[in-house]
């Protein structure tokens, strides 16, 4: 199994040294960085779990670059700071934030909260199919692309499930007409495929007529290709 990393952004040294020797002591992974243009660059060099985030960096506002990544991730953020304003607190879970902790803190309890919080995060993903923009809630049974939901039907659904379950493998016409019969066991028309398939692609394609996303394999079946 992959240690998790995380990312801590501290610029006081000696903090940020205790932080990082509590989780790799408890196998974990630790970056850090004392500032927002470091921070930024390890961000994209890395898969990051999880990041610890101080709200005042010597090159700008930890609260900002936390809506800044908001833009783009839902990667956990526990942000430390010395205020112990509730104001602080209230905007900091605003701009983002799963946690926020003010300082002194132990390193006992930050470490719980990490803890909790990546158990929080992986149950949630255990209902979750991510393949690059698109995402399926298997729990909610809706798709989204990023945070826009895509209104799809019950064997839609059905559909989009097998197909991203199995993405980047050729999936034969015979198996996937095996994921559509209904919920009896009664057998659904072999038309049902195609109509399902069109109308998918005019949701989720920006070119319908030359899909890029769900490939046609002629002669066999066709194939997610939701990741590129």
């Keep these: 199994m992959m240690k998790k990393k995380i990312l801590i952004l ?4 000696n903090l940020s040294r205790g932080i990082a020797f ?6 974990y992974d630790a970056v850090s960085s004392g500032s927002i243009k ?8 890395h898969k990051i779990d999880l990041i610890i985030l101080d709200l005042g960096l010597p090159d700008g506002n930890g609260m900002d670059l936390c809506k800044e990544i908001r833009t783009y991730s839902k990667i956990p953020i526990i942000m ?15 701009a983002g934030a799963d946690d926020y902790i003010t300082k002194p803190f132990s390193l006992s309890i930050l470490r719980a909260r ?25 729990n909610l049974c809706k798709l989204f692309r990023e945070d826009e939901e895509i209104p799809i039907s019950a064997t839609e659904y059905r559909l989009l499930y097998f197909l991203m379950t199995n993405a980047g493998q050729v999936l034969s016409k015979e198996q996937i007409l095996s994921t559509l ?6 057998f659904v028309d072999e038309n049902t495929l195609p109509v399902n398939i069109s109308r998918l692609r005019a949701k989720l394609e920006e070119d319908p007529k030359n899909p890029q996303i769900i490939k046609t394999i002629h002669g066999i079946g066709y194939i997610w290709n939701g990741g590129v």
């Design 114 to 138: 990490v803890e909790a919080l990546l158990r929080r995060t992986e149950a949630e993903n255990r209902y979750i199919i991510h393949s690059g923009k698109y995402r399926l809630d298997t």
């Design 38 to 45: 470091e921070g930024k660059r390890l961000l994209e060099q």
């Design 10 to 13: 501290e610029d006081d040294e």
């Design 80 to 94: 430390l700071t010395a205020c112990d304003l509730e104001t602080d607190e209230v905007f900091g879970l605003l």
């Design 22 to 27: 509590t989780f790799e002591k408890d196998g």
């Design 181 to 186: 019969w209904d919920n009896e066991g009664n």
